[in-house]
């Protein structure tokens, strides 16, 4: 398997631009993870779904965030307007139902907002 | 409110040696803890999972104990080697399916 795939790798763009990442999960995986990493805040959770379907969106900044999942092999996170705050790498991350073992991460996206 | 720490945001010990990384929460009641390895630029990658009826767990040269009374996890890498140098990041769960919550990691050098 692939593993979690999320693209871009690294996004740089200016304040008020739209932003969208994506993000695929590894096949047969049931739970979705959008992570924010920060140096003062470490590792954060933005949002979660379950089979498609949004379980848990409080970790979402503001009303400029949002993310979707249409089907089981596809996720986006999508910033509009951007500020230069939300510069961050975003990391998705999957895990089967029940598991409870690991957390596959891809290898993140590295926004830059200027 | 609910809080994860690591012991320090930075460990430098010398090749050989044992390194010990500590993971203290508070106002959790976890049922599982975890242990990810992070490169730079890379994602976090699991290493090891202690339930919360289990004192103690091992992997190679790893291993995770895990105290509820004291509401504290050390993290043990025995024979430290200079490719060991990473971030370790410590995570909670309440059960098996709820979301993983990380505290903010210890970067780990190891000196040749």
């Known amino acids: 398997d692939a593993g979690v795939i999320q693209s871009p790798r690294h996004e740089v763009t200016e304040m008020g631009q739209e932003v969208t990442l994506r993000c695929k999960p590894i096949?047969?995986?049931?739970?979705l993870f959008w992570y924010r990493q920060t140096m003062m805040r470490g590792l954060e959770l933005l949002i979660y779904?379950?089979?498609?379907?949004?379980?848990?969106d409080s970790g979402m900044p503001e009303d400029r965030f949002s993310a979707k999942m249409p089907n089981a092999s596809f996720s986006t996170l999508k910033i509009q307007p951007s500020e230069p705050r939300d510069s961050a790498v975003y990391f998705c991350?999957?895990?089967?139902?029940?598991?409870?073992?690991?957390?596959?991460f891809g290898e993140g996206s590295r926004l830059t907002v200027l | 409110s609910q809080k994860i720490e690591q012991n320090s945001e930075a460990l430098n010990i010398q090749e050989g040696k044992t390194a010990t990384l500590t993971c203290n929460y508070t106002?959790?009641?976890?049922?599982?803890l975890q242990w990810y390895r992070q490169d730079p630029g890379r994602g976090p990658v699991f290493l090891l999972l202690?339930?919360?009826?289990?004192k103690e767990k091992r992997k190679e040269r790893l291993k995770v104990t895990f105290d509820t009374t004291l509401k504290q996890s050390l993290f043990h890498i025995t024979a430290s080697q200079p490719a060991d140098s990473a971030t370790y990041l410590c995570?909670?769960?309440?059960?098996?399916?709820?979301?993983?919550?990380f505290g903010k990691g210890t970067r780990l050098s190891v000196i040749a």
């Open positions: 779904f379950n089979n498609n379907v949004p379980i848990d």
């Open positions: 202690i339930r919360e009826n289990e």
């Open positions: 995570a909670l769960e309440a059960s098996g399916n709820t979301p993983l919550v």
């Open positions: 106002n959790y009641s976890p049922a599982y």
């Open positions: 991350a999957s895990k089967r139902r029940g598991d409870t073992g690991e957390l596959f």
């Open positions: 096949s047969g995986h049931d739970y």
